[in-house]
């Protein structure tokens, strides 16, 4: 995140987002988002470590169901139509997947509510930044996220006892311009230019090839009950996107 954000004060400059000038509340939603972040990836990243790739995928993506629900609360309207879909959809989906973990080890299923976290963590992001996107634009949001996110990744890696300077700077750089720049970029650019359920398609890539990749390189094999659970989850993210759009 640190390395990315020269660049990302550039995109910002670039799409004539101002990046001063904030009021204190809006500095005060943006570090309560920024904090969550944090925490999504610092709750997802350990998770990973913990339960089979294409479960922390999902589980990680779970902000949209969220997202969701909160609709419901903020609208006091019940759900309807495909809206149901979604929750039944995700019930269905996490149960078997969270039961598969538990019968494979306690910490498979630690790993889970990990990722669980993430997702929710990752919710409360959105919502914070939500209504001042459209006010500074992403990118200078995301200059201040980043700025506001990266002491507090720093400093649960100090408590963790994990090393904070890389031996090998090549798999860090990597994911600078992978995931930070391009990654978000490309995110940033399609919010903006595709409906939800487009959006909600292409990001059920992300469980697919993380399922082939955790069987390919890690082994870990999926029975007919994961591949199910797998599919109600990833359907109940379209679906949720769907009632979001």
Known sequence: MFLALPFLIIFARVAKQRLTGMPWKTLALVATGAVAFAGDLASWHIGIGMTRLGNATLFGNAGSIVLLFWGFIVARALPRGSEWL???FALAGACILLVRSLDLSPTTFLGDLLCINAGLLYAVYLLTLQGERGRFGSWSLL???SVFACPVLLSL????????WPTDWTPVIVLCVSSQLIGQGLLVYSLGHFPPLVIGLALLTQPAI???IGYSV???ALTLLDTVGMVLLGSAL???RMARG
Do not use: M, Q, R, S
Not at 157 to 164: D, N, Y
């Open 86 to 88: 979604a929750i039944i």
């Open 238 to 240: 379209v679906a949720a």
């Open 143 to 145: 200059v201040w996220v």
């Open 157 to 164: 890696a100090i408590a963790l006892g994990e090393p904070v």
């Open 218 to 220: 890690f082994g870990e």
């Open 210 to 212: 993380a399922a082939i």
